[in-house]
């Protein structure tokens, strides 16, 4: 692991993971934040894309009150229930396997949630998600993140001319754990299923730094090819991408706040045991612009 990186006159910590991304900060409460440590939380978190903040002890409103310092948040989408949201906090998005009365509490259950960028089918999607642990399992719901600065940078050149340029349709027809989305028909067929066209290489706003960005593999197509040229071109791009190298991952405890950068990374989470509890509240700031070549 990388040498802790103090910040002067302050008690925060910026710790790396010692892999491609990912970190965690220490000695911060995020419920009464100097404006000095978000400036370090903001820099930790253009370098390192994947923060860690364990230990928090957070309302919905502490939450929501420390997400809006990063920008405007969204609403949180529908659930598989027809929910929208915590009652009095329609920026709080649950997700969570707990029953109550019959009903799921919250999304996504207690299986894998495959490879993703959250709701890249929308025309501006989320900039950032932002997850606080309230309860999770004994073992089992680790969410890995990679890193898709380092996926581009690494794929060989020839794989990089075929993509330039192109534009892929990110679907808006399953969720990450393979829920069709409220209020949507399920489409099996890529070419004409619902969705929103990106650039396959983007750069990212902040850092200027170029960013392969493939959502999620289910139902993409690449715009101006066949579908088996675009299946084949998607399956030369994804074992490449989600190499081990590119990933780090959290093993949650309650009071973890976990921030990432949508527009440079991609998430999954392994399943657990669905007669444990896990029940997460999530929060996402509004993406600014449309992604960019």
């Keep these: 692991m990388n040498a802790p990186t103090p910040t002067a006159g302050s008690t925060l910590t910026v710790v790396p993971s010692g892999r491609l991304l990912g970190a965690e900060i220490r000695g911060v409460d995020l419920r009464s934040l100097a404006g000095a ?8 978190w253009n370098e390192h894309s994947v923060l860690l903040f364990r230990g928090q002890q957070l309302t919905d409103d502490d939450l929501i009150a420390f997400s809006r310092r990063f920008g405007e948040l969204d609403w949180a989408p529908i659930q598989e229930t027809g929910r929208r949201f915590v009652e009095g906090h329609p920026e ?5 396997n707990v029953i109550v009365n019959g009903q799921p509490i919250g999304s996504l259950g207690a299986g894998e949630a495959t490879w993703h960028t ?4 929308l025309e501006a999607p989320p900039k ?3 997850l606080y642990a309230l309860e999770v399992p004994p073992s089992g719901g680790a969410t890995y993140f990679c890193g898709m600065y380092e996926a581009y940078d690494a794929l060989p050149d020839a794989l990089k001319r075929r993509i330039e340029g192109r534009m892929l349709k990110h679907d808006g027809t399953y969720n990450s754990g393979g829920f069709v989305r409220q209020g949507v028909t399920a489409v099996d067929d890529p070419m004409t299923s619902p969705g929103v066209y990106h ?3 983007c750069t990212h706003p902040e850092t200027r730094r170029r960013v392969l960005y493939l959502g999620r593999r ?3 197509y690449v715009q101006g090819l066949t579908l088996a040229e675009s299946e084949a071109l998607l399956d030369d791009l994804w074992p490449l991408a989600t190499r081990d190298e590119f990933t780090w991952h959290n093993e949650w405890k309650v009071g973890d706040v976990v921030l990432w950068d949508n527009r440079c990374t991609m998430h999954r989470r392994d399943p657990f045991d669905p007669n444990s509890r896990r029940v997460m509240h999530r929060t996402q700031i509004k993406g600014e612009t449309r992604p960019t070549a």
């Design 37 to 44: 440590d978000f400036a370090s939380i903001q820099r930790a």
């Design 199 to 201: 650039p396959l290489v």
């Design 118 to 121: 959250d709701m890249s089918y």
């Design 218 to 220: 289910r139902n993409a």
């Design 128 to 130: 950032a998600s932002m």
């Design 92 to 96: 709080i998005y649950v997700v969570s």
